[in-house]
């Protein structure tokens, strides 16, 4: 049964294999909404996300229970792919990596750097395919990017590393909902303080805040498009799901909020941030609006990997014309 | 007489004003090049650049003597106006910038939202005029973006960090030369322990190196324009230039090369990093292709505030299709 202690345990199986990234705030942010705010920057990992403390805990508790698996497999175009081949070459295990052929090039060359083969379909369905054909072979281990206890404990140490941190306990804690383990992870962590936890979606890719108002998995009817490419699962998992129900609520952000806040978290952390970090932030805004004392809140940066083709969707239009503030963004600006 | 001692006393005196910033590298562009590259992180100064240091150890060393001024003025249309409000404001003084109406709206913003008063004129010429008639006023201290001791000592405190937090001295020091006290200070810093320094240059705004070679300041004939553009003054200081003279060399970069790493810097340290802090790493690129041996390199990272144009001029080329390799850039790639 995963808790509180699971989250406790993968910290310290994963303590030496991953970083403990740092938390960061911004004077002039804070000054412009009149609320503090602490970025817990997982941009700052190895490789450049957070997908690394739930394939360290998966695969060193395999290793732990003297289970060690031939090779491993993930399917995945993203942070995950890149995840689990870093952790594996550390472990010196073979990896190989299913990606549709939609995948970014940047991102199929940086797994391959890592030291996995990657293989690519043509589309999603058969990426699908070919990952559970190739878990077939004996000796091999797929890791879930997210329907796996392991994997959920160990996305939940970033935000146990937060709370140890910082001086006092948040308000609240926001961060982006892709397939929910970085979400049930962080749940863990901050449930024995009884800390609000809310997730945060592009509209475009709603899934998981349908879910949480319909109370069953809701599945979007196909794969959705949103600057935030890595939040675009089709539905959560059946293990992340409970945890999801838990949370105290989904704020649902549209594509000009997950630009501005892309642009501006550059400017106020000098760091290249995913826009589907961006998405936690436009969640936070949302809520600030409706408090009505200063609050301290702690804002997830999930990831910093982002292709050319990102940066000049994410920067077509001019928001660093716009300064920040908790009045709802101006739709005309350009 | 500015030498290694008046780094480590402007060290002693910005202490707690200014961050002590990190050294980061990156495994995977280590393996790229087959050479060891840290990277002085001065972009995660508060205000997004080294100018901190050189404009809190000019106030600081005021204040040392009592001599601390009712008023700031400063002439500048980047990191050296925000560094000054923001050192103004955290010492009570009241800080007035003058730039030229072409300095980014961001800038312009961000140097307001500092505390200061920013005044704009039609051009740079006339912003001089208007700087110098400025400091006429009785009680008011201009701080000058280079050619001033105090802040060329304070630039060099960058250097002496990193020397002081690597494990070991580096084979060679790279930094991007605009008015030439980054240079300047650095090389102080590096001095004693005889470490080479090599200024770098955008190609199209190569006064440094041409006074370099002539042994006199050379003035371009008009401002120049490039992608780096906090690397565009006409000539450097009567200062800082007998320190440029004393440097290793000079390395000249050309548009493709600033755009083309300001793009992998952003992949390799998830770091939003300046054009111009992509100078010093281009030009040291050109010197790795002339070793036959591993070395170890550090590079300074100047600063991190960027605009969305110059975001996007950076990225109208997707250059991350091109792995980095010390192979000389293809140039018809896009």
């Not at 990992?45 to 997908?51: D, E």
């Not at 940086?110 to 878990?135: C, H, I, K």
């Not at 997730?199 to 998981?208: F, H, I, Q, S, Y």
């Not at 600030?288 to 997830?300: A, G, K, N, Y």
Request: with cysteine; aromatic share 6%; charged share 20%.
């Amino acid at each position: 049964m995963l808790n509180y202690e699971s989250v406790r345990e993968a910290h310290r199986r994963i303590e030496g294999h991953v970083t403990r990234t740092p938390v960061w705030s911004s004077e002039l942010l804070n000054e412009a909404l009149g609320h503090h705010i602490d970025f817990k920057m997982d941009s700052l990992q190895p490789m450049g996300a957070f997908k690394i403390r739930g394939a360290a805990n998966a695969l060193l508790t395999l290793k732990e229970q003297d289970r060690l698996p031939d090779r491993v497999v993930a399917l995945s175009s993203g942070n995950h792919a890149q995840a689990v081949a870093y952790v594996a070459r550390k472990l010196g295990l073979p990896a190989t990596i299913v990606m549709p052929e939609n995948a970014s090039a940047l991102k199929r060359r940086l797994t391959q750097q890592y030291g996995a083969t990657v293989q690519t379909t043509p589309n999603r369905d058969q990426a699908v395919a070919l990952s559970e054909e190739l878990r077939q072979v004996a000796g091999t281990h797929l890791v879930h990017p997210f329907n796996d206890e392991t994997v959920m404990a160990g996305q939940g140490t970033s935000a146990l590393e937060a709370l140890e941190d910082l001086p006092e306990p948040p308000d609240a804690i926001f961060a982006t909902c892709s397939g929910g383990g970085w979400l049930s992870g962080t749940y863990l962590a901050a449930e024995p303080r009884g800390i609000p936890v809310y997730g945060c979606e592009p509209a475009l890719a709603n899934d998981a805040a349908q879910s949480y108002r319909a109370g069953t998995i809701v599945r979007l009817p196909q794969p959705p498009t949103t600057l935030a490419d890595a939040a675009t699962v089709q539905e959560v998992g059946t293990l992340t799901f409970p945890f999801l129900q838990k949370l105290t609520g989904f704020f649902e952000v549209d594509e000009d909020e997950i630009a501005y806040w892309t642009q501006w978290l550059g400017v106020f952390l000098r760091s290249i941030v995913e826009p589907t970090s961006a998405v936690a932030m436009a969640g936070a805004v949302q809520w600030l609006r409706s408090q009505d004392r200063p609050t301290r809140l702690l804002v997830m940066i999930s990831g910093g990997n982002v292709s050319t083709q990102t940066h000049q969707a994410v920067r077509a239009r001019d928001w660093l014309s716009v300064w920040p503030s908790l009045l709802p963004m101006p739709k005309s600006a350009g």
